[in-house]
């Protein structure tokens, strides 16, 4: 487990900004801080969602919609017992959003999904490898 400061820190994410984050309610520790001056704790997992939701935002996304990708995402990994290895988002000119997660990365399909005027595809697995990197230290 680990603070919001020791994981922004290891991965170069501003701490206000991931804050921020947590108080909005878009990302959430899994032990949340007890009172005043009481850090909350976060597990690898919190981090890799939080990872992956700064990627979203980055790419230019909206933070609701953002926060969204990762309820959807933890609901796929609950009916499917496993987690996602890849999630894309799918950007339809008529501003709406589709989100699809794959175990198995599909074929040319994944790039550009048919009326989408832009696609993001985030590796999650490889996401979790750079935090794991990230907070142990390796390199």
Do not use: C, H
Request: hydrophobic content about 45%; overall charge neutral; charged content about 20%.
């Amino acid at each position: 487990m680990y603070t919001l400061f020791q994981w922004t820190k290891a991965l170069g994410i501003n701490s206000d900004r991931a804050r921020q984050w947590v108080n909005k309610g878009y990302i959430g520790p899994s032990v949340p801080a007890e009172g005043q001056g009481k850090a909350a704790l976060f597990s690898v997992d919190n981090i890799v969602e939080a990872s992956v939701f700064k990627a979203l935002v980055d790419f230019g996304m909206a933070r609701d919609a953002a926060a969204m990708v990762l309820f959807e995402m933890s609901g796929w990994q609950v009916i499917n017992e496993e987690p996602a290895r890849f999630v894309r988002v799918s950007f339809f000119s008529n501003s709406t959003v589709k989100t699809e997660f794959y175990w198995n990365r599909k074929g040319p399909e994944m790039l550009m999904e048919r009326g989408a005027k832009l696609a993001l595809i985030v590796n999650i697995e490889g996401v979790a490898e750079t935090v794991r990197m990230a907070l142990t230290g390796e390199q």
